[in-house]
């Protein structure tokens, strides 16, 4: 199956298969579900930089209420994904209601545009940014 392969991937360090065991715990794809280690997989990838695995991370430490650690972990994610994944970063981040989380949506936005073609900052995606950043 492909988790045994990606449990064998896994045991060689790669990180995008621990994050794939994490998925699978996550939503029972194989076997029931298990969030506790779900999470101890997503920390493993996320270690060993994949950033889909930080964001899971993340997701689950903001859950929990551990907002600190979560916030740690997105900017690692948006620090080293791609821009199309930084934008969907801030997309998710800013529909959240935690100043905390807006401030790492518009630096994953900016990273998105250092990290993409010029044609982003035409597009207007900072135009107001800052607004969304303001605390109420």
Known sequence: TALTLFVRSARQANAKAMNMIGR????????????????????RAAKRGCFRGAAHLARFLHGQGRLDEAVRWYRQSAAIAPPHFCRELAAHLFATEVFALHVVARDALKQAAQNDEPADDELGIFSGVDHFCQPV
Not at 25 to 38: L, N, Q, S, T
């Open 24 to 43: 699978y715990r996550e939503f029972g794809w194989i076997g029931r579900v298990d969030h506790g280690a779900a999470i101890r997989w997503y920390r």
